[in-house]
């Protein structure tokens, strides 16, 4: 029974399955209803080779507010119905106590090969310049690390802030290619970006 009730909780039995287990196939049919049943739509689910302790197969999501990469100290965080969404453990939405302590969860990063995962990086510019987003992309590349998203800013005063979403395999990689960024002539500062 801990092991059917924790299967649902975490995402893994499906309460439809759980159901026809225990209704006889030749059970009367529910009367039937003009009213359209509501479309479910299950979350896309991704794995990162993450593990929850003493679960196996549960639907693991990352959480898109704090973006963690393997390297980042995390979290898991049941959710209702859509198994467990894995945050950073400095993400500001659980240092403001926006979640409930009680439905935290031991995870850890596996230790097998990882898939790229999306991180959002500020790029402070002193002094635009002719080729400069060039450099930043080309910096970006040298790491092996692809850019998803690009948004350039620049203000009268020919400064800017560019926001790039990159994808990475791990917090090295990623903070190589921020040490990369830092090092291009008239950067003036790159931080990674959480809680957007």
């Given at each position: 029974m801990d092991d059917l009730l924790a299967g649902l909780g975490y995402g893994k039995l499906a309460v439809s399955t759980v159901v026809a287990r225990f209704v006889p196939a030749d059970a009367p049919a529910e009367p039937k209803t003009d009213a359209k049943p509501e479309k479910q739509t299950r979350p896309r689910t991704e794995t990162g080779g993450v593990t929850v302790k003493g679960v196996d197969d549960v639907l693991i999501r990352f959480a898109k507010c704090c973006g963690p990469v393997p390297g980042d100290p995390i979290v898991g965080f049941i959710t209702r119905g859509r198994g467990i969404t894995v945050h950073a453990r400095d993400c500001p939405n659980l240092a403001g106590g926006a979640i409930d302590r009680d439905r935290t969860v031991d995870v850890e990063w596996a230790a097998t090969e990882q898939q790229a995962l999306p991180v959002k990086i500020a790029v402070h510019i002193g002094r635009d310049r002719p080729g400069l987003l060039a450099d930043i992309s080309?910096?970006?590349?040298?790491?092996?690390?692809?850019?998803?998203?690009?948004?350039?800013?620049?203000?009268?005063?020919?400064?800017?802030?560019?926001?790039?979403t990159v994808e990475v395999k791990d917090l090295d990689q990623l903070q190589g290619v921020m040490a990369a960024i830092s090092a291009i002539k008239d950067v003036i500062g790159v931080e990674r970006v959480r809680g957007l």
């Open positions: 080309t910096a970006i590349s040298s790491r092996q690390a692809n850019i998803v998203k690009a948004e350039v800013t620049v203000t009268e005063d020919r400064k800017g802030l560019n926001h790039f």
